[in-house]
């Protein structure tokens, strides 16, 4: 067919009509004609340009038919050979697809780059606000009309929902979903969790290689992120209860036939938002960042979720703070016996109801009148669900613990806050003061932990510095200080940690992270020398550095400060636009309010 100089006529001129399944909230537009599509600039006006786009479309391939008129959707998928939570994910991206067309749309799939925390150092946290950066432009130069999102593996459910709040297009986020449990000699694993626990064993002698040979095979058995409710879980839970994924989502299993009914629907679902004009900043409002808060602290999740719930809601417009964490951590109970707090792993939640399920025990605490992108209310898409297994999801009259997993500090030795989970912690801990033994940096640690020299007790309190956002660099999770192998042979299992770092979710332990300000920057953790008394205590909210202020300001007036990390490239961006922990840990620049303007297509 030979393309016209003008623009085609759509085989669909005009937009679906809604039906009760897909009527849009109260107060949203609905587009009625091709004409208001945002790709109508780049491929529907006379000019030389439009006829430019079109030609390099059919270049692609494609028939006017196929495309002109119809929603054009962006699939950015983070697949890549050497992410095992993402390697499924370009199968999955077909699903998408398959959704889109059949609902009438233009699928168009998007590389984006992929941030493994299994492989990518020193952390793929250096590296979320360039992933959110890229999704950002990608979504606003290209003549795209809405968007779906594909990611799971810790950094990549942020970044991506970081860069489509400020694009602020209809968009779906598709999570890469959980791998499936681990095995090893009639034991269930937890990635992370077990890899943790066995390492220490290791180091405490009671096994040895061959054992370890054979957990290397059986920790991580299937595509898709860990299994616990480390970071991914947590986020990706808090994207369903954010409202942007179809409902469900966030706990399929990653090779689950039902993983992939879930992207076709995506794919279906997408397409109605676009007709819709349902944006994501109608979803992303403060009430649904509240829930989502709300939803991580009732699951027992990842510490690291409080910086990146943080950043996300910045880029949303909406002011979210470490007091608000505490706050609602006071308000709701852990209900969900999961691992590395619990007993039980995302396929067992999944079919214990999965979020919906346990989203249908906070009701009381919960904004239901909020819409999703699936349904005109939080309220109507939980109608209806269940829990079917009342130990994974427990009553409110049975839970794990009786406030939310994630207790907020405060203190001279943090005076803009730091965080502890606590309910992944011996509880003997939870108020302790002991000496500091103190490590400059991770190497260092790493090379002396086990020297008797340092006379390490199991009262010691290690203290890590320069492993923030800017003295890791990218704050990476080092926190999990490993315990000296003289006393996890005694049984030593748990110390008390402090850290400007951050720590897997899938770790446990008294582990106290992302002291702000860091000490790369000055803050009072740059101070403290080994000897010192330092006190916890997380039912007072307290970290304390017991020394006086007198003392405190000579050492402050006698610290110099370390030289930069870099002097050129990304990391240079990276280290002259980076908040702190506190704030989320965003560019200053992408973190900004204001509006950019949409790109002249003519």
């Known amino acids: ?84 939570c993402h390697v499924h994910l370009r199968d999955r991206a077909q699903a998408v697809k398959r959704g ?69 297009l209809p968009t779906v986020f598709v999570p890469a979903g959980p791998m499936l449990p681990g095995h090893w000699r009639n034991e269930v694993l937890g990635s992370g969790t077990d890899m943790w626990k066995y390492w220490d064993d290791k180091r405490a002698g009671l096994i040895g290689d061959c054992e370890m040979s054979e957990l290397e095979s059986g920790l991580a058995r299937s595509p898709g ?57 109608r979803i992303l409002t403060p009430e649904a960042y509240e829930d989502a808060v709300a939803t991580v602290l009732a699951l027992g999740g990842s510490t690291n979720a409080v910086i990146h719930l943080i950043a996300m809601a910045g880029r949303s417009g909406v002011r979210l703070t470490l007091d608000d964490f505490d706050r609602i951590a006071r308000t709701v109970p852990v209900l969900a016996d999961l691992r590395p707090g619990g007993r039980f792993l995302m396929e067992d939640f999944h079919f214990a109801g999965g979020l919906p399920g346990f989203l249908g025990r906070l009701t009381d605490t919960l904004h239901l009148d909020r819409p999703t992108v699936a349904h005109t209310s939080l309220r109507e898409q939980l109608d209806g669900a269940l829990v079917h297994n009342p130990e994974v999801i427990r009553p409110l009259d049975n839970p794990r613990a009786s406030e939310g997993g994630v207790a907020v500090l405060r203190g001279n ?119 010192d008394l330092i006190t916890l205590d997380v039912g007072a909210r307290t970290l304390r550095l017991e020394v006086d202020d007198a003392e405190l300001e000579r050492r402050r007036a006698a610290w110099t400060p370390p030289p930069p990390r870099y002097t050129r490239g990304y990391g240079a961006l990276y280290q002259e636009q980076m908040t702190q922990a506190d704030t989320g840990c965003d560019f200053r620049f992408l973190a900004a309010p204001g509006a950019d303007p949409e790109p002249y297509a003519g």
Not at 139 to 165: F, I, N, W
């Open 1 to 84: 067919m030979t393309p016209s100089a003008t623009p085609q006529t759509p085989a669909t001129p005009e937009a679906p009509e809604a039906t009760p399944e897909t009527s849009p909230a109260p107060g949203t537009p609905r587009r009625k004609t091709p004409e208001e599509l945002r790709s109508h600039q780049w491929y529907g006006t006379g000019g030389l340009r439009s006829f430019s786009h079109r030609a390099r479309t059919r270049q692609l391939g494609f028939l006017p038919e196929e495309h002109l008129g119809k929603p054009v959707i962006a699939i950015l998928n983070t697949w890549s050979d050497i992410n095992p």
């Open 100 to 168: 889109v067309w059949q609902a009438g749309g233009f699928p168009l799939e998007f590389p984006v780059s992929t941030l493994s925390e299994t492989f990518q150092k020193p952390t793929p946290m250096l590296y979320r606000n360039l992933l959110a950066m890229e999704t950002e432009e990608l979504l606003r130069s290209y003549p795209v009309d809405g968007a779906v999102l594909m990611g799971g593996c810790d950094k990549s459910t942020p970044a991506l929902l970081m860069g489509a709040a400020t694009a602020d």
């Open 225 to 281: 992120h860990c299994m616990t409710m480390g970071t991914a879980s947590t986020l990706t839970a808090a994207a369903e209860v954010l409202g942007v994924t179809v409902p469900g989502a966030s706990s399929i299993p990653a090779v689950d036939s039902g993983h992939e009914r879930m992207a076709a629907a995506s794919g279906l679902r997408v397409v109605e938002l676009v007709w819709q004009d349902l944006r994501l900043s």
């Open 413 to 531: 030795l943090c005076p803009d806050g730091a965080v502890i989970k606590h309910i992944a912690c011996e509880q003997h801990l939870l108020e302790h003061t002991g000496p500091a033994v103190v490590f400059d940096d991770y190497k260092t640690m790493q090379a002396t932990i086990n020297d008797p020299e340092l006379g390490i007790t199991e009262d010691s309190v290690l203290v890590l510095r320069n492993a923030g956002p800017l003295g890791g660099p990218g704050m990476p999770e080092y926190g999990m200080l490993p315990i000296p192998d003289h006393l996890l042979k005694k049984g030593v299992r748990d110390m008390v940690r402090i850290s400007d770092a951050r720590m897997s979710g899938t770790s446990y332990g008294a582990c106290v992270l992302h002291i702000a300000p860091e000490s790369y920057v000055g803050g009072p953790l740059a101070l403290v020398r080994t000897g």
